[in-house]
T-cell receptor, first 113, second 117 residues
Framework: NAGVMQNPRHLVRRRGQEARLRCSPM?????VYWYRQLPEEGLKFMVY????????ESGMPKERFSAEFPKEGPSILRIQQVVRGDSAAYFC???????????FGPGTRLTVL | AQSVTQLDSHVSVSEGTPVLLRCNYS??????LFWYVQHPNKGLQLLLK??????LVKGINGFEAEFKKSETSFHLTKPSAHMSDAAEYFC???????????????FGAGTRLAVHP
């Protein structure tokens, strides 16, 4: 059973460009969570999604950030008009049920020049 | 609100000596607690979890943690460090939200473990 997959692993963008981060949950998992890790800090919750639904986006910045988890395909975290402060590692986790253990992907490291 | 405090940002030990990574939590409920490990430029791997069963929890790679409610602690230990244990370790408390009924993970700031020959 393959683990949580994230791509790309590394992403470089210039200020003002868009960043698209993808997450494929483990097989059989329909619950996806996104976390952000700023340099020298722990992970911070961003958003929790089920298929086609955003359940909790209380950790998402109000502007420029959006997330989706369509019926088919991976979950996408989109950052529009990136700024240097968006440089971070973005981790996706998945679980088979909302109160089950979350399993993490390898992360996408975003660098904004 | 729940929170986690990892008392040491860096810990350095010699190979073969014991490891102690300290964690205190704040919770209004009976918490679920976890330790995750992150090797350089890698994702997070679950070491162990406590979910109100036995207070001494055994994990992978020889690690274990003891839940002490009276001290609100969940320290991670290993009897003998190995070079491959060098990594960042995160103590995590799970907050089960009644609205939505899911677990929101609250991470500590992390402890970087260095292991010297």
């Amino acid at each position: 059973n393959a683990g949580v997959m994230q791509n790309p692993r590394h992403l470089v963008r210039r200020r003002g460009q868009e960043a698209r981060l993808r997450c494929s949950p483990m097989k059989g998992h329909s619950h996806v969570y996104w976390y952000r890790q700023l340099p020298e800090e722990g992970l911070k919750f961003m958003v929790y999604l089920q298929k086609e639904n955003i359940i909790d986006e209380s950790g998402m910045p109000k502007e420029r950030f959006s997330a989706e988890f369509p019926k088919e395909g991976p979950s996408i975290l989109r950052i529009q008009q990136v700024v240097r402060g968006d440089s971070a590692a973005y981790f996706c986790a998945s679980s088979p049920a909302p109160t089950d253990t979350q399993y993490f992907g390898p992360g996408t490291r975003l660098t904004v020049l | 609100a729940q929170s986690v405090t990892q008392l040491d940002s860096h810990v350095s030990v010699s190979e073969g000596t014991p490891v102690l990574l300290r964690c205190n939590y704040s919770s209004s409920y009976s918490p679920s607690l976890f330790w995750y490990v992150q090797h350089p430029n890698k994702g997070l791997q679950l070491l162990l979890k406590y979910t109100s069963a036995a207070t001494l929890v055994k994990g992978i790679n020889g690690f274990e943690a003891e839940f002490k409610k009276s001290e609100t602690s969940f320290h991670l230990t290993k009897p003998s460090a190995h070079m491959s244990d060098a990594a960042e370790y995160f103590c995590v408390v799970s907050e089960t939200l009644t609205s939505g009924g899911y677990n929101k993970l609250i991470f500590g700031a992390g402890t970087r473990l260095a292991v010297h020959p």
